[in-house]
């Protein structure tokens, strides 16, 4: 029997569920999982179906706030302490390192064939692996991505851009045909915080530089990410993007763009459904594609989704790898493609013929999340982070130039790196 507990607030986490056994003698597995937005209760359904299919498993779904600091927070405090009270976690793609560094996860490594590892994106693979081991198994998917005004670009014979240059000549041929003071050329999510690292790393990334190098060194201030970073800065000042943005976050952008105030736009996937419901402003004027990139270069997706890996203090791991490979298989991501709408982490679904009638807007991703960049691989990363928020908003906001801002950056990222100290 399926029992799903909410829980509503930080203080209310630490009231978790203990393990062990059912009263009827099964094994009591504990799920734990932020909200699923959308239509959650079908993720319940599948998990019935995985009790159906193993009678002596009782699976205990407990709900974490959706906010993803509280959710990190509880994991946190709870696997510090050497809980056992859970035992499948769903995880951000970039707390994998950490955790993996910490022993709060376990190895994962050789509980598939290569052939069956060779169906997920590699990009999530890259995330969930740590030294070499795998710590999590890719659950859902997400990449960052360009919509656009389709509806402008034909009017001025113009195609969706493959490179920033094209964007911009895009932008300028547009906003001097529309001579409309309210229209925007080029959103992205601006303010200081994780989404400016997530839209600034498709620009360096776009422009074959990286904030860290195979061995893990700190090379953001190479001269590929500053033309990367100098070019944002550059879109501000010339208007092609408006001043606005460096206050700007996924729902003030998506607000902006659906409002029918921009031409083009860098945001998340779940936008689109939202941009084609009834009484949409837009519907049925809006595109999508990948990243555009700088001459020479690929274009770059950075990597967001939720990945399922087992607790190292559990007392049920097989029965907990049993439920990740359940929940991980095709059947089980088409059923939640097909109902939630959530974006599969398998390669092989991007084809299937139900999810191409059903949710086509899916099987448009498949080159998007090929092209998806984990953010840096390091269990240092959430202080790495808090490093670039700075320095790109700083760069945006014209109060550093880009060369100063990623030099300091590299500096203080040596300093949290204990291998580059």
Known sequence: MIRQLTILAVSLLMMVSCGGTSDNGKTKLVFKHGKIAGQSEYLTRLVEQFEAEYPGIDVIEEVLPSITDQQRQFYITSLEGGSSDFDVMSLDVIWIPEFAQAGWLEDLSGKFTEEEVSRFFPGPLKADTYNGKLYAVPWYVDGGMLYYRK???????????????????????????????????????????????????????????????????????????????????????????????????????RHSFGNGNAIFMRNWPYAYNIFNAEGSKIKGKVGVKIMPHFEGCESASTLGGWQLGINKHSEHKKAAWQFINFMSRYESQKYLALNIGLKPSRQDLYNDEDIAREQPFITELYDVLMHAVPRPVSPYYSRISLVLQSKFSAILSGTKTAETALKEARREIEQILPESS
């Not at 000549?169 to 309210?182: A, F, I, P, Q, Y």
């Not at 530089?209 to 879109?235: T, Y």
Request: proline share 4%; charged share 25%; net charge negative.
């Open 151 to 253: 509806d402008l670009l034909k009017r001025y014979n113009l195609s969706p851009p493959e490179t920033f240059d094209e964007l911009v000549s895009c932008v300028r041929t547009v906003l001097k045909g529309e001579n409309n003071d309210k229209l925007a050329g080029f959103l992205w999510q601006g303010k200081q915080y994780e989404g400016l690292v997530c839209a600034a790393l498709e620009f360096i990334e776009g422009n074959c530089a990286h904030v860290l190098d195979e061995n893990g060194n700190p090379v953001i201030d190479s001269e590929n990410a500053i033309e990367a970073m100098r070019f944002m800065r550059h879109l501000i000042e010339t208007g092609i993007a408006p001043e606005y943005v460096t206050t700007t976050d996924e729902e003030a952008t």
